[in-house]
């Protein structure tokens, strides 16, 4: 059945009739279609760019299918309609196609180093092993690996980097070699220095990042994804570790204080930025509003481009067209502006995924 939906399209900004044929978008005319929207904003779908919907809890993985696909639904609803799940210790490729699922853009499990990351989570790896089970990683999602670029180091007492410098860069080299993208858990200003240079693709977090590496990043083209709603955490994470660990809970204090001016940097260098919120463990899901809202509040990024990095832009990055002739069938309509207001994205109307709607 083919649905005609008309509003207000972003980023057009354009009053417009769209067709969704199957899970196709036509900006043809087709008979007989039943309206579903006839005013207010239309987006194609918000992205959650850092999402785990493969972690039911820190360190507790999903237990089985249908539990994944609850989690997902919760992003759903909150007008998410593409997300990247970076990292899962449960494989689920057969929700990739699944139409009540959000698009999926998948890594495996987190490449880990031994004894220094969530357990049950990542794959835990010495360094002689870490370029092998890269490339293997790379065979379990389906264009992305995710690497553990940092962690606390208990014996040093802070944050170090996971691996030397040559294991960093050679893990990199090890996911291009395989013909997938690489993303990276950094915190720490070493480890996201290393893994800049060496070429990866993306980096989650990037509390560590100088203004130097913030310009390394611009002119490689290398994506930031800040998670801030993660980093609002650090305070707790701090209060937790400070008798046991009092140089890390200082120095994520002092991450945490300065990230806000390292991402207007980083978006100021023209940094590609997307939104991820980290849902899954010890974040909520169907946060993608509120990690863009923190975007434009704190970090002081344009609203337009906010919603570039949490709907079209980042739509266009994972390889998910939008709302163009030949697109996919993923949008949702607001009842007012988001431009004029982010806040606009917590209600979304009318939800249109794979082109079924969802409500």
Not at 32 to 47: C, I, N, R, W
Request: charged residues 25%; negative net charge.
């Amino acid at each position: 059945m083919a649905l005609h939906v008309r509003g207000v399209v972003l980023p057009d900004d354009e009053v417009r009739d769209l067709w969704l044929v199957d899970d196709r978008v036509t900006l043809q005319p087709v008979p007989g279609a039943t309206t579903v929207s006839d005013s207010g904003y239309v987006l194609p779908g918000l992205v959650d760019a850092h999402c785990h919907i493969g972690i039911a809890a820190p360190g507790v993985p999903i237990d089985g299918i249908e539990h994944a696909k609850a989690l997902a639904a919760i992003d759903r609803e909150a007008g998410v309609l593409a997300i990247r799940d970076a990292g899962s210790p449960y494989p689920y490729p057969q929700l990739d196609d699944d139409p009540d699922v959000p698009r999926l853009a998948r890594a495996g499990r987190h490449v880990a180093p031994v004894r220094r990351y969530l357990r049950n989570i990542g794959v835990e790896v010495p360094a002689e092993d870490v370029a092998a089970e890269v490339a293997n990683q790379a065979k379990a999602g389906n264009g992305w690996v995710k690497l553990v670029g940092d962690w606390i180091d208990r014996e040093v007492g802070d944050l170090a980097p996971a691996w030397d410098a040559e294991t960093l860069a050679g893990a990199v080299a090890s996911a291009h070699a395989a013909g997938v993208r690489m993303t990276t858990h950094a915190f720490a200003e070493e480890s996201v220095a290393i893994l800049v240079a060496a070429g990866i693709d993306c980096v989650e977090h990037g509390t560590g990042l100088s203004l130097d590496v913030v310009a390394e990043m611009a002119r490689r083209g290398t994506a930031l994804v800040p998670t801030m709603i993660n980093i609002e955490t650090f305070g707790g994470i701090a209060a937790e570790a400070e008798s046991k660990f009092p140089r890390y809970a200082d120095h994520m204090r002092r991450l945490q204080a300065g990230f806000p001016a390292i991402v207007a940097a980083a978006v100021d260098a023209g940094v590609p930025v997307y939104v991820g919120s980290d849902a899954g463990g010890g974040i909520g899901h169907g946060l993608a509003a509120e990690e863009m809202l923190l975007l434009h509040e704190k970090a002081g990024m344009p609203v337009t481009d906010v919603l570039a990095a949490g709907s079209w832009g980042a739509r266009e990055w994972l390889g998910f067209p939008g709302l163009v002739e030949g697109g996919l069938a993923d949008l949702a309509v607001y009842d007012e502006d988001p431009r004029r207001d982010l806040r606009a994205l917590r209600s979304p109307r009318r939800i249109v995924l794979r082109g079924n709607v969802v409500r």
